[in-house]
């Protein structure tokens, strides 16, 4: 109802004319007459008291009155402005502004850490957007804003005299002033939902909200994480700053600087502002700077990495706060529930609580893998940690190594190695317990190192002499990183006669380098006879057999293998010895042998074959009996003898050894003729080598891709392959790589 009309029932209500009204009040007939027929909508302040004051109203008549000749003087006039200029070097936001852009009303926000740039993508946004808004386009800035709709009012164009006191009025007289409009908004900073519900425009406006919090509250809106940029978008943002020029002249120093500011586009302009004003600065300087100084080196002006985190952080639980600063003792860039509350000396449900918060405002990235902290949000915490947080890391790396342990006799045990049992947390399967080991492998070289120096040698040992057989099912340089560090830490002879067999086996099996693997092996097997500690010592001859034959020395390597045999405690040890026996007499051209020795140990292993262990020792003389089966111009037999070593790989999900028998299931087709099958199964091993990084395998694949080429007269074909292999061996640039590439170029050249 507009205030003539209520003017009109009101006069009426009170019998009184027009007349009587003016002589009461003094106000013109003419005047009233206006104002109730609507020509004159926003009588003067004074003019409404003495209406109010002639027809003797009641208090809330009165409070109506008065807030209806507000609204009425009160009307948006024209387009409203009150957008700040937009960074011209926006890059990185395509996809978002798109988003945005398909919005044609309603609610977006943009939500992420501080300093990823969400301000400048709004108002880029809310400027690309003008045309269809002709209302008007309004930012207001919420962060330490008291009275925000008291300045949206104001920019609205409500002098200060007609705003209402209260906020009940001020909300009424903005949602009028809104009406019908088509106006966009942008509310910056914002920290709650019911700040957003308060300021929103209403329907047919476009409101986008930036905030470090999610604000999943908000119903209808569409919501837009902001992370660092991509690598090529960082490195724009920092050319379109300091000139392309010295951006091209030094690329991969720009790419150092890009990757020390966590790609984040706050930190990039910092470092691109400060390069800028100091145009004879190398590239390099900077970089020193922050490798030296980090967050401390990234400020100019009143841009300020560190205090953008610590605005994030403030308002947070102590709690929050305290987990917060204890990541920055955290190996690797994630954290769950239970490593968090270890690391806090909280509980497990204050933790994931604490964890929730710091997600909240953006300082974690949840992901499967629970919480992720990158960047320069990780310098920021490891910058907070001090002396008061050394039993937190002793307790995280404990519980690290506790966990390995867990995990890893999941796979199995073999000889003393069975000596080592989980102390405490258990895991509900194997699959989970390998994906806790997967996620943590690359990681075990930095906890072995950081454990040692807390003087855990005691968990150091324990969890490097669990791992053995996940190891083995996933092969990998690593692993002798791992071990001869975990030398260090043996204090028992059965530890370190336990650790030497597993660093053998790595330098032989994964390395190919068996001459340093009998060094290693040799002393473990002193320390056996010193110490009287043979529990291990099958094992360790076994591995020193491998080596042998890896020298050449096959009657050695016999003798050896023969007495590894006689020192197995457990059938399932005795039968993959006695296959291994078998691959050596394969060595030694001998393969009728291998092949009845073969058959019978997998007929063996068939009969129990069920754990990871177990699994894996079939699924090996199974591959080793087709690689037989080849030699004694069996290809059929030893196709099926593969097929079967597949399935077993993929139940035991072993993509490792998966790979290598689809390798030499192409090569058991090859020998039948069938080419066709054979490139198919390298193609499929050729994917699966890549995908592990895997090195080696691919060049070995791409050889017999290229073999199998030039046995269909394809040369053309045969020599692509071949050069495709040598730029793999020079990409992986190892001692094996570098004699087959010497091989591949003889081939080339046609030598």
Not at 189 to 199: D, Q
Request: charged share 25%; aromatic share 4%; proline share 3%.
């Amino acid at each position: 109802m507009t205030f003539g009309a209520r003017l009109l029932r009101h006069r009426k209500n009170a019998g009184l004319s027009q007349e009587e009204l003016s002589e009461r009040s003094g106000v013109s007939v003419r005047a009233i007459s206006d104002m109730e027929r609507g020509r004159a909508r926003s009588p003067q302040r004074r003019t409404t008291e003495a209406l109010i004051d002639a027809l003797d109203l009641e208090d809330h008549d009165r409070a109506e009155l008065r807030r209806l000749a507000r609204t009425g003087r009160v009307a948006l006039t024209g387009p409203v402005w009150s957008l700040p200029m937009y960074v011209a070097d926006l890059v990185g936001r395509d996809a978002e502004l798109e988003v945005i852009a398909n919005k044609p009303n309603g609610l977006v926000v943009l939500h992420g850490a501080a300093g990823t740039g969400k301000t400048s993508l709004a108002v880029r946004a809310a400027h690309l957007l003008e045309g269809r808004f002709p209302d008007g386009q309004l930012l207001i800035d919420l962060e330490g804003s008291t009275q925000p709709l008291q300045r949206l009012l104001k920019d609205l164009g409500v002098p200060a005299e007609h705003v209402p006191e209260d906020v009940h009025g001020q909300t009424r007289l903005y949602r009028s002033l809104l009406a019908g409009k088509r106006l966009l908004f942008v509310l910056d900073g914002a920290t709650t939902e019911e700040e957003v519900r308060t300021l929103r425009a209403d329907a047919g406006c476009l409101t986008i909200v930036t905030s470090r919090h999610r604000l999943a509250g908000l119903a209808g809106a569409t919501w837009i994480r902001l992370g660092g940029l991509t690598e090529p978008c960082a490195v724009e943002l920092l050319a379109s700053i300091v000139g392309a020029h010295r951006v091209e002249a030094d690329p991969v120093t720009a790419r150092e600087l890009v990757r020390l500011c966590g790609t984040s586009p706050l930190a990039l302009r910092i470092a691109g502002n400060r390069l800028a004003s100091r145009p004879r600065w190398p590239l390099g300087h900077l970089v020193e700077q922050i490798e030296e100084r980090r967050l401390a080196a990234l400020t100019a002006g009143d841009l300020d990495v560190r205090g953008a985190f610590e605005v994030s952080l403030a308002h947070l639980p102590e709690t929050a706060r305290l987990v917060f600063r204890r990541l920055g003792l955290l190996v690797g860039t994630h954290v769950g529930p239970e490593l968090a509350a270890e690391l806090a000396g909280i509980t497990t449900a204050e933790a994931e609580q604490a964890l929730e918060d710091l997600t909240d405002v953006s300082l974690l990235d949840p992901d499967d893998r629970g919480y992720a902290i990158h960047g320069l949000v990780r310098t920021f915490a490891t910058g907070l940690v001090d002396a008061t947080d050394d039993d937190a890391d002793r307790r995280m790396l404990a519980w690290l190594l506790e966990t390995t342990v867990a995990a890893g006799v999941l796979f199995g045990q073999t000889g003393d190695a069975r000596r080592v049992s989980p102390r405490r947390r258990a895991f509900p399967d194997v699959a989970a317990g390998r994906r806790w080991l997967d996620e943590h492998r690359d990681l075990l070289p930095e906890i072995v190192e950081r454990a040692q120096a807390r003087g855990l040698h005691e968990d150091v040992t324990r969890a490097v002499i669990a791992l053995s057989h996940y190891a083995a099912i996933e092969p990998g340089l690593v692993w002798e990183r791992v071990y001869r560090l975990a030398l260090a830490s043996a204090r028992e002879p059965w530890q370190e006669i336990v650790v030497r067999g597993q660093l053998g086996w790595v330098l032989f099996d994964v390395a190919h380098r068996p001459g340093p693997a009998l060094e290693v092996l040799t002393g473990a097997v002193r320390i056996a006879e010193e110490s009287g500690e043979t529990g291990h010592l099958g094992w360790v001859w076994l591995i020193a057999s491998a080596s042998y034959s890896g020298l050449g020395q096959f009657d050695e390597a016999e003798r050896v293998c023969l007495k590894a045999i006689g020192l197995m405690r457990e059938p399932m040890d005795e039968h993959y010895a006695r296959s291994v026996l078998g691959v050596l007499w394969r060595s030694m051209n001998r393969p009728i042998a291998a092949v009845t020795a073969h058959e019978e140990v997998a007929k063996e292993q068939r009969a129990y074959a069920d754990t990871i262990y177990e699994l894996s020792a079939l699924g090996r003389t199974l591959g080793w009996l087709g690689l037989a089966l080849i030699d004694v111009d069996r290809p059929d037999d030893a196709v099926a003898a593969l097929t079967e070593a597949e399935a077993v790989y993929k139940r035991a999900q072993m993509a490792s050894w998966l790979a290598t028998t689809l390798w030499h299931r192409g090569l058991a087709h090859r020998a039948a003729g069938r080419l066709a099958e054979s490139d198919e199964d390298l193609e499929r091993a050729l994917a699966g080598f890549r995908a592990l990084g895997d090195g080696l395998g691919e060049i070995e694949i791409l050889r017999a891709l290229a073999h199998n080429a030039d046995s269909r007269g394809d040369h053309s074909g045969h020599r692509r392959l071949l050069r495709d292999s040598l730029a793999a061996c020079e990409r992986w640039d190892t001692d094996a790589t570098r004699e087959i590439a010497a091989e591949v170029r003889k081939c080339l050249s046609g030598g």
